[in-house]
């Protein structure tokens, strides 16, 4: 059964465009992990300074193995590139969300 994650990050006006150009370089880095299944940012259009990432995988394992692997070496990294200190995060909270899909509909074929 797949599951969805969605990462509330509450994301001040002044650093959206950071959180989205992080976002942007680091874009296929989710894409091959075995049990990815979907990807989307979200950014607020009105009345609130949240951030969802939504993430939806084959089941919770593969999630926590993208979690353990991949996700964790791109956080820890360096991020400065030449040994400098690592950049201050964009979002000033997080929160994740996790659900099962238990119900779904795409749309009729034409």
Same mark, same amino acid.
């Given at each position: @059964?797949?599951? +969805? ?10 650093? *959206? &465009? /950071? ?6 370089? *680091?874009?296929?880095? +989710?894409e091959?992990? $075995?049990?990815? &299944? ?7 259009? &009105?009345? /609130? $300074?949240?951030?969802?990432?939504? /993430? *939806?995988?084959? $089941? &919770? ?5 993208? @979690?353990?692997?991949?996700m964790?070496? %791109? ?6 590139? $030449?040994?400098?200190?690592?950049p201050?995060? %964009? ?10 899909? +238990? ?8």
């Open positions: @059964m797949s599951v +969805v994650k969605i990462n509330v990050l509450t994301v001040p006006q002044e650093q *959206r &465009e /950071t959180l989205e150009k992080r976002f942007a370089s *680091r874009a296929h880095a +989710v091959n992990s $075995d049990g990815f &299944e979907w990807f989307e940012l979200l950014r607020p259009v &009105e009345g /609130t $300074d949240n951030y969802l990432v939504y /993430t *939806r995988w084959r $089941d &919770e394992a593969s999630f926590q193995a993208w @979690m353990e692997g991949p964790k070496a %791109a956080h820890q990294g360096g991020g400065a590139g $030449d040994g400098g200190e690592r201050k995060p %964009a979002a000033s909270g997080s929160t994740v969300w996790s659900f099962e899909v +238990v119900q779904q509909a795409g749309p009729v074929g034409s």
